[in-house]
């Protein structure tokens, strides 16, 4: 499993490299590509060769590129950023986890409410095929333990630079520092550019802008109300994979923030009263949680908190032991051992798990065995909140599927395409973003060439002020 060394307050360990380890600052390397000198992009083309407009250079808008291309339509690519893929190339920094080997059914349950409709993304291109994909550009994949699947140098750049270099073989336009604005009538694109404003005419676009996480490095959400204007319902955008807040004392802060707590099991009961459990780890942070199992079952906390204002978490620190075994262990005679060390002979605590407990449990429970043990068994935390959108490694909410055809044109609007993370689906960390993120990237490519193959053309009576 890929990891990241992480230093925190003296305190050395490996977390997953989901975790939060990587501060909203981290710097992702770039693939460095020249402003051009713009620009009336596609005014000289002939009129009977239709141009396709790809807005948003990330995996989603890159693969609409690569199979729109491979169907012999003239592409643009714009991008607000001075290089395309910086999301993805900071994916690769800890290990780039490409997609899930794990069966289909599996792989589809992890997109929750929307896995009906991102099974037919699938089945277009899945796992297999993005292995495969990724072969055709040289970069060979293998599966971990957890059934993650990483390119072999476990890196994001090399399989960028191959295929960005592919693409622009195949003759795909690239333009940088290119941020789409919104419309002029007719058809016509605006641009915000270091040269000043510009315009392009497309017959159709591709927007593949991303959600609302880490905006420095280009996806920041600003497109909602232009996609409103242009008859789009979009579910307002959250967090999605990120960390959860539970004030701590200053003490627990100062010594045990960064601490993993595995392995635990975490019940925790849905809006349909139905109750849930899962094993994992995760990591006690300065502001509350964060950490794979948290990703894992996030969407069901911040539901909780919009309806409750609180979600409960209850921790089962010591799966290996039944509460009534747990109760017997702990009232042996403990002599003159510590608490903790107690806790550690006798119940197998680690350091850890027993700052968590003292945070938690006062002194009279902890001197009592049964009491403690219930304790141990069902620890409840209650988090107060998501923590913000700019650092979660990704986000939920977006145009709503509903407004869109099979092949992911908005119906509002023929000639409008969509694809990646801005649409309205979330999954957990394990691969499955970049897996959705290429599908739904292919399949508005090939609709998009295929719309206009059949004499499409986008008609628009729309002048909207776009993200400026
Ligand atoms: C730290 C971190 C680690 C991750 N690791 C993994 C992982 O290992 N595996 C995994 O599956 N997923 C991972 N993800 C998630 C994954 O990177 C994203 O889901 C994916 O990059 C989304 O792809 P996208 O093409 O939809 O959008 P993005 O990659 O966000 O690309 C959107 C592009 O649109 C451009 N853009 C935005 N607005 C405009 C505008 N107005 N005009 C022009 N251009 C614009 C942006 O500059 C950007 O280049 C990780 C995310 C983070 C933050």
Redesign the pocket.
Known sequence: MARYEVRTKGLDRTVEK?GPS?GSSARAPTLLWPVEPTCHHGWMTEADTPRLAI???????LMAAEAARAIGMEVDL????GS?G???L??GKGG??LTHAEPMADFVSRFGARQTAISRWLETFDAQALRKWASGLGVETFVGSSGRVFPADMKAAPLLRGWLHRLRESGVGFHMH???LGWQRDGVLRFGTPHGECTAKADAVIF????A??PQL???G??VDAMQQLGAEVSQLQSANCGFEIPWSEYLIGRFAGAPLKPVIAHWTDRQGIAHARQGEFVLTEYGIEGSLIYAIGAELREQIAANGEAVLTLDLVPGYTQAALAERLAAPRGKHSIGDWLRRRAGLDAYKSALVFERVDKPTLADPVALAAQLKALRLHLRRPRPMAEA??TAGGVQLESLDDALMLRAKPGVFFA???LDWEAP?G????TA?FASGLIAGRGAARWLEQGGRIISDTDTSG?D
Request: with cysteine; proline share 2%.
């Open positions: 989901y990587l807005i948003g250079g990330g995996p989603a808008g714009y991008d607000a950023m395309v910086r999301k993805f900071l994916a780039l986890n290119h941020r789409w593949a802008l991303g959600g996480s880490w280009g996806s920041d600003a497109w490694i990704s990646g993370e801005m960390t691969g499955y973003l970049l993120c993200t």
